[in-house]
């Protein structure tokens, strides 16, 4: 039986970002993943935003590791020229009853850390975008945007220089607590493979959960239920009216039909939420008029002509409908009593802004 200090399962953003840096402290760092490539699922199907970390309840995980993982990350892709830039983002208002949620946000903001925000009013936004229809909005300087499939080769470059090891098509079938460890049992294009592991790392992201029941000793009151949670984009053919990203105010489950922008400064709208049963990146023409109705909100010029349903993205949430606010959820044995366990449950936004901040979460509860 072959052996490996560490074993993580799931190349997404986080996986990879967990592997990159794992593989600078120990010998033998495998990463899997059941696709033909890495980040081929939520990873790949997002809206390349680096956040700032403005809303979520303070001293929460997504909180804390965003804050970080947003430095942490403009850090790697100066250091490392992965395309990416400031462009900033204006949370808008377009009611009095909005601009008091704006408020609120902003002193949230505050007790999250983030510092940087600046009250425009109507007058300002109406010079500086025109196109823009709103009272009031934040302006956040510190969001962006980044070229996701550049950053990801980056930390598969990093693993593989780092002695790491990245292996595609094969899934993890199960495994056993052993008193050296975990016993792990994969199967790579039909043939099976045994590993002795010193740790197992699960972020499996959408499939967390089943790569959790396949571990035999791991407790089943302690999985959580895992939403997916669909979002479509649709992109914006022609030239974008605006230079930053436009958020509405927050939705109970996601922050609204949004326009942001991609490195190229390609304008697109989404994500929308819906909950769906089965894993489907279908997008509806139908889905046009929703759009539009949201948009116009904050673009009442938008020419529906160039409006064009383009990709969509599920997210593994664990809140489900008409539920509140549920963090990241990072287990160690101390929560499931699984020596060398790692579970990562529920990775949704901010996972990748705060994707080098969880890394170094994780080899935190490795030294602990």
Same mark, same amino acid.
């Given at each position: 039986?072959?052996?490996?200090?560490?074993?993580?399962?799931?190349?997404?953003?986080?996986?990879?970002?967990?592997?990159? =840096?794992?593989?600078?402290? *120990?010998?033998?760092?495998?990463?899997?993943?059941?696709?033909?490539?890495?980040?081929?699922?939520?990873?790949?199907?997002?809206?390349?935003?680096?956040?700032?970390?403005?809303?979520?309840?303070?001293?929460?995980?997504?909180? =804390?590791?965003?804050?970080?993982?947003?430095?942490?990350?403009?850090?790697?892709?100066?250091? =490392? $020229?992965?395309? $990416?830039?400031?462009?900033?983002?204006?949370?808008?208002?377009?009611?009095?009853?909005?601009?008091?949620?704006?408020?609120?946000?902003?002193?949230?903001?505050?007790?999250?850390?983030?510092?940087?925000?600046?009250?425009?009013?109507?007058?300002?936004?109406?010079?500086?975008?025109?196109?823009?229809?709103?009272?009031?909005?934040?302006?956040?300087?510190?969001?962006?945007?980044?070229?996701?499939?550049?950053?990801?080769?980056?930390?598969?470059?990093?693993?593989?220089?780092?002695?790491?090891?990245?292996?595609?098509?094969?899934?993890?079938?199960?495994?056993?607590?052993?008193?050296?460890?975990?016993?792990?049992?994969?199967?790579?294009?039909?043939?099976?493979?045994?590993?002795?592991?010193?740790?197992?790392?699960?972020?499996?992201?959408?499939?967390?959960?089943?790569?959790?029941?396949?571990?035999?000793?791991?407790?089943?009151?302690?999985?959580?239920?895992?939403?997916?949670?669909?979002?479509?984009?649709?992109?914006?053919?022609?030239?974008?009216?605006?230079?930053?990203?436009?958020?509405?105010?927050?939705?109970?489950?996601?922050?609204?039909?949004?326009?942001?922008?991609?490195?190229?400064?390609?304008?697109?709208?989404?994500?929308?939420?819906?909950?769906?049963?089965?894993?489907?990146?279908?997008?509806?023409?139908?889905?046009?008029?929703?759009?539009?109705?949201?948009?116009?909100?904050?673009?009442?010029?938008?020419?529906?002509?160039?409006?064009?349903?383009?990709?969509?993205?599920?997210?593994?949430?664990?809140?489900?409908?008409?539920?509140?606010?549920?963090?990241?959820?990072?287990?160690?044995?101390?929560? $499931?009593?699984?020596?060398?366990?790692?579970?990562?449950?529920?990775?949704?936004?901010?996972?990748?802004?705060?994707?080098?901040?969880?890394?170094? *979460?994780?080899?935190?509860?490795?030294?602990?």
């Amino acid at each position: 039986m072959e052996e490996v200090d560490v074993l993580i399962v799931g190349a997404g953003v986080v996986g990879l970002a967990i592997a990159a =840096r794992l593989s600078q402290r *120990y010998n033998n760092v495998l990463l899997v993943d059941k696709n033909l490539s890495f980040g081929e699922e939520t990873s790949s199907r997002n809206s390349e935003v680096i956040h700032a970390g403005i809303y979520y309840p303070e001293n929460s995980l997504k909180a =804390r590791l965003c804050v970080k993982g947003k430095e942490l990350l403009y850090q790697y892709c100066q250091q =490392r $020229h992965i395309p $990416h830039q400031r462009v900033g983002k204006l949370l808008v208002a377009n009611n009095k009853q909005e601009e008091e949620q704006l408020k609120t946000t902003l002193a949230q903001a505050k007790r999250n850390g983030v510092d940087d925000l600046v009250w425009q009013n109507q007058s300002q936004l109406t010079k500086s975008t025109p196109a823009l229809a709103a009272t009031a909005a934040l302006l956040s300087p510190s969001t962006g945007v980044i070229d996701v499939h550049s950053y990801m080769q980056s930390l598969l470059a990093d693993i593989e220089n780092q002695g790491g090891l990245f292996v595609a098509q094969t899934n993890f079938v199960k495994a056993t607590v052993n008193k050296l460890g975990i016993a792990a049992t994969l199967n790579s294009q039909g043939e099976q493979i045994k590993l002795q592991c010193k740790t197992i790392i699960n972020c499996a992201g959408l499939h967390a959960t089943q790569v959790a029941k396949a571990i035999t000793d791991m407790p089943i009151n302690k999985i959580p239920k895992l939403h997916y949670c669909r979002g479509h984009y649709f992109s914006y053919q022609g030239q974008s009216p605006f230079q930053q990203l436009i958020y509405p105010i927050p939705e109970a489950n996601g922050l609204g039909i949004h326009a942001s922008l991609n490195t190229a400064g390609q304008l697109k709208f989404g994500p929308d939420t819906q909950y769906i049963e089965n894993i489907d990146y279908q997008v509806s023409d139908n889905l046009k008029a929703k759009f539009i109705k949201a948009i116009t909100k904050y673009f009442p010029t938008i020419d529906h002509d160039k409006l064009i349903p383009d990709y969509a993205g599920i997210r593994p949430k664990l809140q489900g409908p008409n539920e509140g606010f549920k963090d990241f959820c990072i287990q160690d044995e101390k929560q $499931h009593n699984v020596k060398g366990l790692i579970n990562l449950f529920g990775i949704d936004s901010p996972g990748l802004t705060s994707s080098l901040a969880i890394a170094e *979460y994780v080899e935190g509860l490795l030294n602990s």
